[in-house]
């Protein structure tokens, strides 16, 4: 008899881990699963039916993702960090398991058949199961399914979302993101970086920001822009050039409530020449010593003037056809 009792003792310890290993409590075994790996529990077939199945009292949130390269899901990769921060999160956020919820990731490697009995021809796919027993249970047993439509998601918008489906008296852990170390000391390399280049650089931009001369050429290229009816085009989105029905292109749009963009910049271009005109008359030419040069400069930039202004007038007719008022030679 001592010998069965020296061979109980001795089987204790077995007996004591494999007790530790099953509890019978699905919700505590995968939620210690969790804690041990910091990270949503993987899954596959047999433990997704296992953690999923009726009755169940408490909530599960499966990520069916595709993460090998030969599927080619982008979207899968590109999401899988943000899923692991948050169910890291929320499990280290929620030790005691209060929320009685949990986070798996189930890859189509290890869960085809689940896959296939789900009839799923995209992923990844975010599915929602609620409590169907408990206080806190749904009568419908579908899981509520997420579907990445509009491209990848955060963690935070994940997390919105999953806190709209728990009951509102439920712990919802935050996120809690690393620090990125990375990041900042870029930046304040980057930084540092640039507060010595201005250092040195400083004494030679100083003229630059202070000539006259380029703040009046900025000044006019805005004048110009704006004048010519940019933000026009820009809020109404309108086309560059249309043909003219005939084979040809239009270049000015009729009525004075439609432009091209092509006829903005052009207008552009004919007030830039008239301004260089008045301005080459009122200020160079007078500064010329040679009467017959001033007198030949006179006549070039009046006739400029003219030119322009008069194809001004045809195109202010082009567009209004009861415009009544020309200039030759146009």
Known sequence: MRWLQLLAASLLPFTAIAAKKSSGDRYNDFHAKALSTGAPV???????????????DYSVTVLLTALEQRFGCELCRAFQPEWDLLGKSWTKGDKKGESRLLFG????????????????????VLLYFH???GPNAKGDAQPVRFD??????????IHAWISRQVPADVPKPSISR????????????????FITLLAFAWPYIIPILQNRNLWAALSLIAVLLFTSGYMFNHIRK?????????????????????????????????YGV?????????????????????QFAVFVWSGVLLC?????LSVFRTKNGGYQFWLPPF
């Open 42 to 56: 993987r899954l596959d077939d047999a433990s997704y039916t296992q953690l999923t199945k009726a009755p169940r």
């Open 105 to 124: 990731t189930l890859d189509f490697v290890d869960g085809k058949n689940t896959f296939q009995s789900m009839m799923l021809q995209t992923a990844p």
């Open 131 to 133: 409590p169907t027993i």
């Open 148 to 157: 990445f439509t509009s491209g990848s998601q955060s963690a935070e918008q």
């Open 178 to 193: 690393p620090i990125n170390w990375v990041k900042i000391g870029s930046v304040t390399i980057l930084t540092l970086g």
């Open 238 to 270: 309108t086309p560059y050039v249309q043909g003219n029905g005939k084979g040809g292109i239009s270049y000015f749009a009729g009525g004075f409530s439609n432009q091209f963009g092509l006829e903005s910049q052009i207008i552009a271009a004919i």
């Open 274 to 294: 008239l301004a260089f005109a008045t301005i080459s008359l009122a200020l160079k030419v007078p500064r010329i010593a040679d009467a017959k040069a001033q």
């Open 308 to 312: 322009m202004y008069s194809f001004l």
